[in-house]
């Protein structure tokens, strides 16, 4: 792909506050996944602030461990219209290292009970050594993005 990012948009019929609280909030995050990878959020305290640290339980069965923990930074927060994270983990000597990607929503009220919601994937940050794993980037397939907002929809 010329381009390293992936995204997907969809309307929903709630305000733009809520759906930022939605996902300003990562206890939700397992609900709105749409690859069924995200299992349970750590750390259950809000989203409220740029470099807040955050983990999520994953399982994926192509992972060397089936389950794992990732950590996140929140990278973007402009409520109600922007909010994003990088992903990475910590290692065994307790820095944290973060991969090069970003989950990132775009929020645009349409009125005042509707928004649109634009979900990006951005994997441009990702270094060489992390691509010579032979990482595919996206690492999911193009149904992920709206079925996230799908769920996400629904939730709201």
Request: aromatic share 8%; charged share 20%.
């Amino acid at each position: 792909m010329a381009e390293e990012k992936v995204n997907a948009t969809l309307t929903v019929a709630v305000p733009a506050a809520r759906v930022f609280a939605v996902l300003a909030d990562p206890t939700t995050h397992s609900a709105i996944d749409g690859t069924g990878w995200v299992q349970e959020s750590v750390d259950r305290a809000p989203l409220t602030e740029v470099g807040q640290i955050f983990r999520m339980d994953m399982y994926h069965a192509n992972h060397p461990d089936g389950g794992y923990q990732v950590v996140n930074k929140v990278a973007v927060l402009d409520p109600p219209r922007a909010i994003g994270w990088l992903t990475g983990d910590e290692k065994d000597d307790g820095q944290l290292e973060f991969g090069g990607w970003l989950w990132r929503y775009d929020l645009v009220p349409l009125g005042p009970s509707e928004t649109e919601v634009m979900l990006t994937y951005d994997w441009s940050g990702v270094q060489q050594s992390i691509r010579a794993r032979g990482i595919p980037f996206p690492p999911f397939g193009p149904e992920h993005l709206p079925n996230s907002l799908q769920h996400l929809a629904e939730l709201t």
